[in-house]
């Protein structure tokens, strides 16, 4: 796909998300899009790589969270994997100060070489688990965002996302369109790591008939200290 034929589907479908794109964040997100289809074929990044698809499924599904954030907020993505939604967000909001966090390293490395190739500034691609960078005091309850695109069941997750927030941060955790029973189970989940869901929005990607939910939980409380818990014991045993 030639760089006019993208510019002309971002912009479509921009459209229809009332996003509008300066040719600056057009040429970052077309190059972005190449160096993904070019990494592809050494590791395995996503299985989304027809570039129509690519725009749709992961340029503007990321970019469905962006009228959540603000400038100079501090947001961390946790288990961003080839840099969705942190690297959408960061193109689109030059502003805040982003943390991309994937337990895979050969992740990290092509991350790295899109902060790079892009030349984002305030903006680390960190190579550990949730579970224990959730446990460093430097990072804990130091972020205004947290989010997270299909990483794992909501009470799961919640404890992966809420120990890092601050008092009224926001999770925005992005979901498929069935979740009702996930949601009903994570409460008490969300209820002890302080939080509260506070809004669930119910999208369709631009001209197809992809549904997502995006969940919003607010964190009203501080989170007790043995959260989260060891690597694997969340996911194993959720709340």
């Known amino acids: 796909m030639d760089i006019i034929e993208f510019s002309n589907l971002m912009k479509e479908y921009g459209k229809e998300i009332q996003i509008k794109f300066t040719e600056e964040q057009l ?31 992961h340029f503007m599904d990321s970019l469905t969270i962006l009228k959540y954030v603000n400038d100079n907020e501090k947001m961390l993505d946790v288990g961003t994997g080839a840099g969705f939604p942190g690297i959408p967000i960061k193109i689109m909001n030059s502003n805040m100060e982003i943390t991309l966090l994937d337990s895979l390293n050969k992740r ?11 030349e984002l500034k305030n903006i680390s691609a960190i190579h550990s688990r949730i579970e224990d960078y959730g446990k460093n005091n430097k990072y804990r ?12 069941n909501l009470a799961t997750l919640s404890e992966y996302m809420l120990p890092m927030l601050k008092i009224k941060g926001k999770s925005i955790c992005m979901k498929g369109s069935d979740i009702k029973e996930e949601v009903k189970n994570s409460k008490r989940a969300i209820d002890i790591l302080g939080g509260e869901i506070v809004n669930i929005e119910e999208l369709v990607l631009p001209k197809s008939d992809n549904r997502r939910k995006l969940i919003i939980i607010e964190k009203k409380k501080n989170t007790p200290l043995k959260y989260p818990r060891k690597a694997g ?6 709340l």
């Open 108 to 118: 990290i490395n092509f991350l790295n070489e899109v902060i790079n190739k892009l």
């Open 141 to 152: 309850e130091k972020y205004d965002i947290v989010t997270s695109r299909a990483v794992a």
């Open 233 to 238: 014991i969340p996911s194993k045993e959720p």
């Open 27 to 57: 040429q970052k997100f077309y190059k972005y899009m190449n160096m993904l289809i070019e990494w592809n074929k050494k590791i395995n990044l996503t299985a989304i790589i027809e570039p129509k698809e690519i725009i749709l499924k």
